[in-house]
């Protein structure tokens, strides 16, 4: 069976809308022979048998066009039939116009190019020896034209295989630069998505690790509540340690409460009847309730999301990757950061700025995939699942560094993702 194109090659569909816009120009070079030739050097041509080549590939380009919109999947078997149409109508062309001896005859180079480069290898070797029969048999068999100056003949032929090879060279680095630059394009897209299917992975595997976490956690949660609320009860003990105590019983009931709802977000879009509320509730809810687990790191907002402000579906995953990135922020700068968001372009941009360290050495700003956070603290998980989550949108997370030192975290959403 003959083989496919490889994993290299570009794909039938494409290869064969570049053959027609090829085609095209081999019918524009016919024509121009017809017209041109008899004018310019006097040379008489059989238009009566060469209009029915010429008519014959503009028909067959036409159903080309026509069969790569309405038809499925090209075969690359169809797209090696199309080349040896295209070889049949220059072989045919030559035979009535001088054969091997007419510099045209080079042009049937680029199709062997053409063939080699988006075919198998046995398709390409088939129709380069296609090329090469055509060439012998028209080395014999043709009908010679009639040149009364046999000098002029040869200046001609000169200048025509000059032009010939200009035109070949051409059309060969034409053809290659596009397929070079759609493979590129193709393997940067496998790329992404096989880098999209690894963080996804990740993201899977710690989805199981926190469901196990949030089993195993319960247990020594409800212990330290039980002691925290002795020790805050307790009048023996000074104010000042009832404080801790009460401070500690309420982060309790936060883990708590993120534990609870562990299952219920992991792997979720959006959130199960999740409310339609206002941009800039949603984000000073965010920031209220990251105050509440952070009390001793002071977060200034300022959110500007127009009036009214565009209203949002309360996304469980989204909330979360901005408690993340704020997070990151406060781990860097402990003494005090700052969060801005605004509408822009019918996008939602959050941006977190501190005042640390900068972004560590060897830090991929575009990825997600980190080997620690901005700060250079802690395992980068909270990065991960926040580019997972932002991408799942369309979205996406920007690390740049701030001027005065630190960092400028903006994440990217479009409203047409969280609009109700």
């Not at 687990?293 to 909330?319: K, N």
Request: aromatic letters at 6%; proline letters at 5%; one cysteine or more.
């Amino acid at each position: 069976m003959p083989a496919g194109p490889s994993p290299s090659q570009t794909s039938p569909d494409d290869a064969l809308r570049r053959l027609i816009s090829l085609r095209w120009l081999s019918i524009v070079a016919m024509g121009g022979v017809l017209l041109l030739v008899p004018w310019l050097l006097d040379i008489p041509l059989p238009a009566e048998s060469l209009l029915p080549v010429v008519a014959a590939l503009i028909v067959t380009n036409a159903l080309s066009v026509l069969r790569l919109r309405h038809l499925s999947e090209i075969h690359p078997a169809e797209l090696f039939g199309q080349l040896c149409i295209e070889l049949a109508a220059w072989s045919t062309f030559l035979y009535f116009t001088g054969g091997a001896t007419n510099p045209l005859i080079s042009l049937l180079l680029p199709l062997v190019a053409i063939g080699a480069a988006t075919l198998g290898a046995p398709y390409a070797w088939t129709l380069a020896a296609l090329s090469v029969a055509a060439y012998s048999v028209l080395w014999d068999f043709n009908e010679q034209l009639d040149i009364y100056d046999s000098g002029l003949a040869v200046h001609w032929h000169l200048a025509g295989m000059w032009l010939t090879f200009a035109v070949s060279a051409g059309v060969i680095v034409w053809y290659v630069v596009r397929m070079t630059s759609a493979l590129r394009s193709r393997d940067q897209a496998l790329a992404e998505a096989r880098e999209t299917r690894l963080r996804n992975e990740r993201i899977v595997a710690l989805g199981n690790l926190a469901a196990g976490a949030a089993h195993e956690l319960g247990t020594p949660l409800g212990t330290m509540a039980i002691v925290a609320g002795e020790l805050a009860r307790d009048p023996q003990l000074g104010d000042t340690v009832r404080g801790d105590a009460e401070l500690l019983l309420e982060q309790l009931a936060h883990c708590k409460r993120i534990l609870g709802s562990l299952t219920l977000r992991a792997g979720s879009l959006r959130a199960e009847g999740g409310e339609a509320m206002p941009a800039d509730s949603w984000l000073q809810g965010i920031a209220n309730r990251w105050r509440s687990l952070r009390p001793h790191v002071p977060l200034t907002t300022r959110i500007d999301c127009g009036t009214p402000a565009p209203h949002l579906v309360a996304d469980t995953t989204l909330e979360q990757a901005i408690h993340n990135l704020i997070n990151n922020a406060a781990d860097a700068s402990p003494e005090a950061i700052e969060c801005e968001a605004r509408i822009d372009d019918d996008a939602l941009v959050v941006r977190v700025l501190d005042r640390g360290a900068g972004l560590p050495e060897g830090f991929d700003a575009s990825s997600g995939h980190a080997a620690a956070s901005a700060s250079g603290k802690g395992l980068g998980i909270g990065l991960l699942l926040a580019f997972g989550a932002v991408e799942r949108c369309g979205g996406r997370i920007a690390f740049s560094s701030r001027a005065g030192g630190g960092t400028i975290a903006t994440l990217t959403l479009p409203l047409d993702a969280l609009r109700p």
